[in-house]
């Protein structure tokens, strides 16, 4: 039975790039725009439009936190992103706690 791995994507802190994925975007962005195949594109028509909704995510809000020193240093020697991954840790913990399947 294969293992399932689940992962979250940060969309604040991507990862890398690969080299492939670089000259993949290289050449598409080479493309002229006549050579782009549409066709199997739908045309967004005004009905489309009508039924649209603006997606709305989730927001942050800024606070004072008080964080022990020794936990900021090491999200900060992670580099830039600090913050998004602090919030990712903080999310973890609480869609842990909210599981249906929770130990109480």
């Not at 294969?2 to 994925?21: C, F, H, Q, S, V």
């Not at 006549?34 to 927001?59: H, N, V």
């Not at 020697?77 to 600090?82: D, L, Q």
């Amino acid at each position: 039975m294969g293992k399932t791995i689940r992962t979250t994507l940060d969309l604040g802190d991507p990862p890398p790039l690969t080299e492939a994925e670089r000259d993949t975007l290289r050449r598409v962005d080479a493309m002229p725009e006549e050579a782009i195949d549409y066709s199997e594109i739908p045309e967004l028509d005004a009905a489309f439009w009508a039924r649209a909704e603006q997606a709305r995510p989730d927001r942050t809000e800024q606070v004072t936190l008080r964080i022990k020193k020794s936990v900021l240093d090491a999200f900060k020697a992670g580099g830039r992103g600090y913050q998004t991954r602090i919030n990712a840790v903080l999310e973890s913990y609480v869609r842990a706690i909210q599981s249906p399947d929770r130990e109480r």
